[in-house]
């Protein structure tokens, strides 16, 4: 079973800032996209960011100025910046991605476990 793998969640303050990574194992052979998405207690999952192979990004409005998302190639891993953070951001964040693998040519979507980011004071 391909599994991501996040990481750099936590508690920080308001304004705070915080650095997710997400890092994709070595089983994902081709990446078509990855994104990141957060669920908030009792609220749907929704999409905060996401990147292409090519390198186009894009936001959900609530995000966009303050988050950035990127990518390492060579490490296979996908990053949230996180700044000027809110309390409407806590959430618990997954990132997925859109790729092939050794064993199957065929694109799936593959998810990570997630992480809990919490803003509070």
């Known amino acids: 079973q391909v599994q991501l793998v996040e990481s750099g969640g936590g508690l920080v303050q308001p304004g705070g800032s915080l650095r997710l990574s997400c890092a994709v194992p070595?089983?994902?052979?081709?990446?078509?996209?990855m994104a990141w998405y957060r669920q908030a207690p009792g609220k749907e999952r929704e999409l905060v960011a996401d990147?292409?192979?090519?390198?186009?990004?894009h936001y959900v409005d609530s995000v966009k100025g303050r988050f950035t998302i990127s990518r390492d190639t060579a490490k296979n891993t996908v990053y949230l910046q996180m700044n000027s953070l809110k309390p409407e951001d806590t959430a618990v964040y997954y990132c997925?991605?859109?790729?092939?693998?050794?064993?199957?040519?065929?694109?799936?979507?593959?998810w990570g476990q997630g992480t809990q980011v919490t803003v509070s004071p």
């Open positions: 997925n991605t859109v790729a092939t693998t050794f064993s199957s040519n065929n694109f799936c979507l593959y």
């Open positions: 070595g089983s994902i052979r081709r990446i078509a996209a």
């Open positions: 990147i292409t192979n090519g390198g186009s990004t």
